[in-house]
């Protein structure tokens, strides 16, 4: 583990958050990507000179310091981040919007000053970047985590389990377990073993789409013979 040294003597610059983060907000993030996020926003927003009240996706994916904060969070750093802003936004933290031509995402806190930013920005009373004024908001949708998976698929959670879900929720990308609980479901395996064994193949041996839709005898089924007997 890295150590860190100390804030230094003398005069800090500081980054104001409201006590309602720490009352309300921060006791509802389980999610560190989520975090760290939203804490990257309000700090670059506070840095950010004039009237413009949001920050892009571009400038965050350019943001080296937030991306090495998320390594190992996911698959990626990019994927940490696209995690983190999509339960940002789920949750209400943050609002979204994308331009028309869905090759930027511009993010808005949702603060009062923040709101009224995002409404202009919708009925095109501000312009935002490369003269981009059609802009559409992003529905917040909320995709369960791989606990809420695993209960909905396989069983009541045991805590033993409960560190190696994480690792995997880490480790593969989230469309991967999604996928291969509905393999598990199909194939009436409902076993977390054999969820485990999908991803560990694809990891190693590449993901085939489609494989898993395949009704014919497959490592599927044999793995399937294997774990039941």
């Keep these: 583990m890295r150590a860190f040294s100390g804030f230094p003597i003398g005069k800090l610059a500081y980054t104001p958050l409201p006590d309602l983060f720490f009352g309300e ?16 926003v309000f700090w670059l927003l506070h840095r950010k000179k004039g009237a413009r009240r949001y920050v892009t996706l ?4 350019s943001d080296g310091g937030l991306l090495r904060s998320l390594q190992g969070l996911a698959s990626s750093p990019e994927e940490a981040l696209r995690e983190g802003l999509q339960k940002a936004v789920s949750r209400g933290t943050l609002l979204c919007l994308v331009s028309s031509e869905g090759d930027d ?15 202009q920005a919708q009925l095109g009373e501000i312009e935002l970047a490369e003269g981009t004024t059609l ?14 998976l695993y209960e909905q698929n396989i069983g009541l959670l045991q805590p033993i389990i409960a560190e190696e879900l994480q690792d995997a929720e880490r480790t593969y990308p989230r469309e ?15 076993n977390w073993k054999y969820v485990r064994r999908i ?7 590449g ?12 490592w599927y089924e044999e793995y399937k013979e294997y774990i039941e007997h």
């Design 207 to 218: 993901k085939d789409e489609g494989k898993g839709r395949r009704r014919e005898k497959s």
């Design 105 to 119: 995402r511009f993010y808005f806190v949702n603060s009062g000053k923040g709101r009224q930013a995002f409404e």
């Design 135 to 148: 802009v559409q908001p992003v529905v917040p949708v909320e995709r369960p985590n791989i606990f809420v």
């Design 25 to 40: 907000l921060l006791p509802l993030i389980d999610n560190l990507a989520e975090l760290k996020v939203t804490l990257h």
């Design 199 to 205: 991803l560990e193949r694809w990891a190693t041996e």
């Design 58 to 61: 571009q400038d965050l994916r």
């Design 176 to 190: 991967w377990i999604e996928e291969a609980f509905r393999i598990a479901v199909e194939n009436n395996v409902r």
